[in-house]
């Protein structure tokens, strides 16, 4: 409490029992029950508490409009005129997390407060700093926040987020059907049925292990590209009969860009004289080749400059330095 009150340059003290003090609270707990009974009776069904904070920020913004006692100027204009009076906040956040420092053990995960929470597989067998909020669990590398966990209530319980875990799958693209990682991406749409239509249609042209681990190469594109972007990209390649990573990157770029992100770089690979006589990969690239390139180019007009002569180049070859034999 201490280190708050220092922060933002206020202090705090008790106020006197009874009639005497009861001007020094200026009716905060009259309108704490007020905006209770008003808005929180019965008590909002929500899922999360980040659920509850968008309903109590909709609230807050109608009671801007409201006016106390018949005043002619609503709460919101009284703030609008008040808040430049106010002294400004400091530039830098109080962290109201308590710190902590866990290690991360072998499966990839910190334990806070006996539950678990993952974070990425680099990290196996190291300590890293916490951050123990009301609300979420703040996982930092140094000063970067490398994940950012709704926080568990109760005790034993896990969350696992696939993402952090693709590297070791991709050595083991077995284990990665029965994941408690796989199972919470399902849980929260993260990994849709596209994910699993491409999944499917890989293994089949790549078998079981090439074609997770081609899933895997997709699901890792989820890190630089959007969402949307990346299913789109799936979409494409599924539709041209190929199933190859490389050109779900070149789709998904292709979508970024057409949603008003920056275009994107597309670098074909040379054609193959026999594509027929090609393994997987070659083909995969030609079907690349195919959809992922425009379909009509501006033609070129003929190059109708003389040669260049290359008479002078060859004199000054055939001059030599003086002493020379």
Not at 186 to 201: I, K, Q, Y
Not at 209 to 225: C, M, S
Request: proline share 8%; net charge neutral.
């Amino acid at each position: 409490m201490g280190g708050f009150r220092s922060h933002y340059g206020f202090d705090a003290f008790y106020c006197r029992p009874g009639k005497e003090g009861a001007h020094e609270k200026g009716g905060v707990e009259h309108e704490g029950g007020r905006f209770r009974r008003s808005h929180l009776v019965p008590v909002p069904d929500v899922d999360t508490l980040a659920d509850l904070k968008a309903r109590i920020g909709q609230i807050e913004v109608a009671e801007d409009a409201r006016h106390i006692d018949n005043r002619p100027t609503s709460v919101g204009f009284d703030f609008d005129y008040e808040a430049p009076l106010l002294a400004p906040l400091p530039f830098e956040e109080f962290d109201v997390g308590l710190t902590l420092t866990p290690k991360v053990d072998k499966t990839s995960r910190i334990t806070v407060r006996q539950n678990k929470y993952s974070v990425p597989a680099r990290f196996i067998g190291q300590n890293v700093r916490v951050s123990l909020r009301a609300d979420e669990v703040w996982v930092f590398d140094r000063h970067e926040i490398v994940v950012r966990h709704p926080r568990l209530a109760g005790r034993y319980g896990f969350r696992d987020l696939l993402d952090h875990y693709l590297e070791i799958l991709r050595h083991k693209p077995g284990a990665l059907e029965n994941s408690t990682g796989l199972a919470a991406a399902r849980e929260s749409g993260l990994f849709t049925p596209v994910h699993d239509a491409f999944w499917a249609a890989a293994r089949e042209a790549r078998g079981r292990a090439e074609g997770t681990r081609a899933l895997i190469d997709v699901l890792l594109l989820h890190r630089r590209l959007p969402s949307e972007a990346v299913v789109a990209g799936m979409n494409a390649v599924l539709q041209a009969g190929s199933v190859s990573p490389d050109l779900v990157a070149i789709e998904a770029r292709k979508a970024v860009a057409a949603a008003g992100g920056p275009p994107p770089v597309v670098i074909a690979p040379p054609a193959t004289a026999n594509a027929a006589e090609d393994g997987p990969e070659d083909q995969d690239i030609v079907s690349a080749r195919v959809i992922s390139l425009p379909s009509r180019r501006p033609e070129l007009p003929p190059d109708t400059r003389p040669e260049p002569s290359l008479a002078a180049y060859g004199q000054l070859l055939s001059i030599q330095p003086k002493g020379s034999a």
